[in-house]
């Protein structure tokens, strides 16, 4: 089941509101476990197992680590803790990365086990290890009761693609959530607006890409168009995610943090490694980099250290070369950067600034985007003309045109004008009648949009 379909629009998520605010304070709680189990069920039946067994595990351990606070085996409980939450994360996700690299470099025959990848997984398994960790270092509190945690881990709004929650963000909220009509009310209306960016505006970037990247004739503006559409689909499809993420969390009494603040207006890479999925970047920040030593450190120590995160960075999103070549290609240039570049970059203009970020930004999701290595050649090849293919074709100028509104919608609202306009149409005299009016008409075009479409996952299921 995914957020963008008729029977969680017009199904689940009726009954589980219904049910959650009808049912006293006690069973809230238990309310969203078994709704969320069942959201999970539903797309994953077999897998289910993972994820409830890694939640009780995780609770377990934490009571451990607690138990074993100041002594001796507290460190080795964490240890233990920590390979056993990611045992499952490595099995099932780089079995096959490792059984063919050893295949090729020592020409081996071992059978591929080919493992369909649980869904959530990288999400939830970060998760429960942030807990751990936090209860570790003091810095959050054990959590006893095992249908609160669970919870927590199960919790349905962002099970499957996030944003990473860190227990300590919302422990509070776990067992003393208040609700109130207005973060009721911000919940819908942020769902809503996610719900839009993906149905209406990503769905359909990539309809487009799918049409000119199957032609059997491709020209360069072909390939750099599907490299510019993929850059915004994927801020849509996934910042859609997370707005959602977050408006279903407002509704139940959660606070999520923000996940994304307008990547595609950075002035450098570092920054925007600061707006994009934020709850990942602060993840390895604050349990592999800092750790490691961040930037206390020698220079080498430091450069070390990146390459180290970038490497996880990539290798986290998925077991194939590119998405490693894709942390490494960043930590490049966020080193680049900090040593010396970043203060050749302050003294452009603004526009060239930014314009940087993009060209880079996008030549990254070139990389990210393809299937392997050979695909990420073929792509940039592709871009520039490689093996004398034209420069432009008729096939890609017709859905050019055909989409230059859509584009263009697309690439206005990925920068903060739309909310600036919001924000003051908010506080005029008719301001209160528009928010509830934008929802209404945003569900009935995603509505006739998905009555009438084909399903279109979200991006980020297959990390």
């Not at 960016?197 to 799918?210: F, R």
């Not at 020209?219 to 850059?231: D, G, K, M, N, R």
Request: glycine share 8%; proline share 4%.
């Amino acid at each position: 089941m995914i957020f963008s379909s008729v029977p969680f629009l017009y199904g689940f998520l009726i009954v589980v509101i219904a049910l959650y605010f009808l049912l006293p304070k006690k069973l809230k709680n238990l309310v969203l476990l078994l709704s969320s189990l069942f959201f999970y069920f539903y797309g994953e039946p077999i897998y289910s197992i993972i994820m409830v067994t890694s939640s009780f595990s995780g609770y377990l351990f934490g009571l451990l680590i607690e138990n074993t606070r100041g002594k001796k085996p507290s460190k080795l409980v964490l240890w233990i803790a920590t390979a056993v939450t990611l045992a499952p994360l490595i099995f099932f996700k780089y079995s096959d990365f490792f059984i063919t690299n050893i295949n090729g470099v020592f020409k081996s025959d071992i059978n591929l086990l080919r493992l369909a990848l649980p869904i959530g997984i990288s999400f939830y398994t970060f998760q429960i290890l942030s807990y751990l960790i936090d209860v570790y270092r003091g810095d959050a509190r054990v959590q006893k009761n095992p249908i609160s945690f669970m919870a927590y881990v199960s919790l349905f709004p962002q099970l499957i693609a996030g944003p990473i929650v860190r227990y300590q963000t919302i422990q509070d909220e776990l067992d003393g959530r208040t609700h109130s009509l207005s973060d009721f009310s911000y919940g819908i209306t942020r769902f809503c607006v996610g719900l839009g960016k993906k149905v209406l505006i990503a769905d359909s970037l990539s309809a487009m890409i799918l049409s000119l990247s199957s032609a059997a004739d491709r020209s360069v503006l072909s390939f750099w168009v599907c490299a510019i559409a993929f850059t915004l689909q994927i801020y849509f499809d996934f910042s859609g995610y997370s707005d959602m993420a977050i408006g279903l969390g407002r509704i139940f009494g959660f606070h999520f943090l923000e996940n994304f603040n307008y990547p595609y207006i950075s002035k450098s890479v570092t920054e925007f490694w600061r707006r994009w999925h934020i709850s990942l970047g602060s993840w390895f920040r604050d349990y592999v980099y800092i750790p490691m030593g961040g930037n206390r450190c020698s220079k080498g120590k430091w450069m070390f250290n990146i390459l180290v995160v970038w490497f996880l960075t990539g290798f986290w999103h998925g077991a194939s070369w590119n998405f490693i070549v894709w942390g490494l290609y960043f930590a490049t240039f966020l080193l680049l950067e900090k040593l010396f570049l970043a203060k050749k970059l302050e003294k452009l203009p603004m526009w060239l600034q930014i314009l940087y970020t993009l060209i880079l930004v996008n030549f990254g999701f070139v990389i990210f985007n393809a299937n392997d290595l050979s695909g990420v050649i073929a792509n940039f090849g592709g871009m520039f003309g490689a093996g004398g293919i034209p420069l432009t074709d008729s096939r890609t100028v017709y859905y050019l045109l055909g989409n230059a509104v859509l584009l263009l919608i697309a690439a206005v609202g990925a920068t903060p004008l739309p909310k600036k306009l919001a924000d003051k149409l908010r506080n005029t005299s008719f301001g209160w009648v528009l928010e509830p009016l934008f929802a209404v008409v945003t569900l009935l075009l995603v509505t006739a949009y998905l009555v009438d479409g084909s399903f279109s996952p979200f991006l980020y299921f297959r990390f």
